[in-house]
């Protein structure tokens, strides 16, 4: 499911008819009728012979007049009726809390209802899981629901309990599909509304965090795509890396080829760029080992192989010889590392070593305040970007930040900051008047507050400044969705952007969505698998494998169980959630 607690009543309780039920004991037994004693000594006689063999048989007791007086006739119950009698005791046993009890009537139940009462079946299999349940016997829940499952497959109650075994047992993709089919069998206003969407949602995120773990573990290192790559080293101060030394003068051929890694990354030839870093590792540089290691470990970054990233900052940071602010910039990515890998207290601890290493380099400021923003820690965030202009007003990636830390704070805290967010906004965009980034944050805050025909103007401009940036066409794909409901348009925009740049995360996730809107799930999930392979960081890999896990369970629920797939226009406030950011 793309949206995701009621906690359903423990047995179902089936009304019952009461009847007057006698077991007859022995020879002698007596029955006082209107102050008369009528002996029944043939009959007691029937049951003490079949005493000896087991169980009396539990009969009727009809009373019927005749011209004599009245006698008590007996008739054994049919089997249904001594099915409704086991499953009775066992309710009673339940509300009474003596589940083993409870377990041992329903499973006699069971064995008395004829095939036919196949519903009457898949409720006493039900209500075994929910004593189960009770005594911690949560295999017994899953193995249960599943019986009930085999005789009445929409039967909901026990999907949403078997749900539940299987999260607790930590099999979170059979959860998922158990509450897809709740979902889509009660439709999207019921499901959200007893809850049953959101207990879906943690069990994605539960999932999706699993997964996570495998996928960034299993990852093989390749360069990410060309826009994630240079959005990174426009975070970066280049100068710090740099040189005035004349290339005539050095004599280490590692040396020579760093200088070469630089010019290619100014080219923005990455490709190139690595593999001369390679090179110049291998040669062994004299002058340039910690710059050489300190951009090795940003490819390693950027590739997600995390420990030899690592291990080229700490190389790099214990070593007192390396220049200070490259040692400076090692810290704010083995913090970027740590932060990656969900360590914030080690990636805070990064953050603030390299701000106090060297208290007056930007960067510092400028990693620190995007981690707080991660946190929703927005005057901490604020203060650190204040700081980081102060330090190089002529750096527009704080700017950008600031005026979206601006903008959160307006959102969520102070709406009287609105004005002032589109004042400073315009200001950025006259310092920078020809940086994409600018244009494109003018262009999602514009979205957000749906004044959409502007916000294109503004993710336009972004593209045409920057046609190698793909993520500009996710932009305008979007608003395409918001404020036309056009797919096809949106699809055609992704379409070709990933021509473009076929390692593109962000726009395989939003390929992925348009094509769950199309109900394509064949091509959304062959996205969202790509984008599994290039998401640089846990949370991503997290976000990304709940989407797919959902997305599968959806089409094959729907396939399973002869269901309509559910679009996010079957609920109530449709267009809020399409221009809710986050949504």
């Known amino acids: 499911m793309l949206g995701r607690k009621l906690i359903p009543s423990s047995v179902d309780m089936s009304d019952t008819k009461t009847k007057v039920v006698l077991g007859v004991a022995a020879a002698g037994a007596a029955l006082a009728v209107g102050g008369a004693v009528y002996y029944m000594s043939r009959g007691g006689e029937e049951e003490e012979k079949k005493s000896d063999q087991g169980p009396p048989v539990v009969q009727e007791a009809t009373i019927a007049p005749t011209e004599s007086g009245i006698i008590v006739q007996q008739t054994e119950l049919t089997p249904i009726e001594k099915a409704e009698k086991m499953k009775s005791k066992g309710t009673d046993s339940f509300k009474k809390s003596e589940y083993s009890d409870a377990i041992k009537f329903y499973l006699e139940a069971v064995e008395l209802y004829p095939d036919e009462e196949s519903e009457k079946k898949s409720l006493c299999y039900q209500n075994i899981a929910a004593a ?78 699993e997964q996570a773990k495998i996928v960034i573990a299993n990852r093989v290192p390749t360069l990410p795509s060309h826009t994630v790559i240079s959005a990174a080293f426009d975070n970066i101060h ?94 704010i990515h083995r913090g970027e590392v740590y932060q990656s890998k969900g360590d914030r207290p080690r990636a805070n601890m990064d953050y603030n070593a390299a701000v106090a290493l060297d208290e007056d380099h930007p960067d510092p400021y400028l990693h620190r305040a995007q981690f707080y923003l991660s946190l929703e820690s927005l005057e901490p965030a604020l203060k650190d970007l204040k700081k980081c202009i102060s330090l190089d007003e002529e750096f527009p990636a704080p700017w950008s930040q600031l005026v979206y830390g601006e903008y959160q704070m307006a959102r969520t805290v102070n709406t009287s900051l609105l004005d002032q967010v589109f004042t400073n906004l315009g200001k950025m965009v006259d310092k920078f008047p020809n940086v994409a980034d600018v244009y494109a944050l003018y262009g999602q805050v514009l979205q957000d507050q749906k004044q959409f025909a502007a916000a294109e103007e503004k993710f336009l401009t972004a593209q045409r400044l920057a046609p190698d940036n793909v993520t500009f066409s996710a932009h305008i794909a979007t608003l395409k969705m918001m404020a036309e409901n056009n797919y096809d348009s949106a699809l055609e925009l992704l379409t070709q952007a990933i021509e473009r740049d076929p390692k593109c995360d962000f726009v395989l996730e939003n390929l992925g969505m348009i094509y769950i809107q199309k109900q394509m799930y064949k091509e959304a999930l062959e996205c969202f698998a790509n984008a599994l392979k290039l998401v640089k960081t846990e949370a991503e890999a997290a976000h990304v494998s709940s989407l797919y896990i959902g997305i599968k369970c959806q089409w094959e629920v729907c396939e399973e169980y002869g269901v309509k797939p559910v679009s996010i226009s079957d609920f109530d406030g449709y267009s809020e959630m399409m221009t809710t950011p986050g949504s």
């Open 132 to 209: 189960s349940e009770k005594l911690g016997r949560i295999d017994d829940v899953v193995k249960y629901c599943s019986q009930a499952l085999s005789l009445n497959k929409k039967y909901v109650k026990a999907l949403l309990r078997r749900a539940m075994g299987y999260e607790k047992l930590k099999r979170y993709a059979e959860s998922i599909k158990d509450l897809t089919a709740v979902c889509l069998l009660e439709g999207p206003q019921k499901s959200m509304k007893a809850g049953h969407m959101n207990t879906s949602d943690r069990v994605l995120k539960l999932y999706g965090e």
């Open 238 to 331: 280049m100068r710090d890396f740099h040189s005035s030394v004349d290339p005539e003068t050095l004599d280490n051929a590692g040396d020579k080829l760093y200088l070469t890694v630089l010019s290619d990354i100014e080219k923005k030839d990455y490709a190139a760029a690595l593999g001369n870093l390679y090179k110049a590792q291998n040669a062994q540089p004299a002058k340039f080992l910690g710059h050489v290691l300190c951009l090795r470990g940003i490819f390693a970054w950027l590739m997600t192989d995390t420990s030899k990233a690592i291990e080229c900052f700490n190389a790099v940071i214990g070593n007192p010889e390396s220049y200070l602010r490259i040692r400076v910039q090692a810290l």
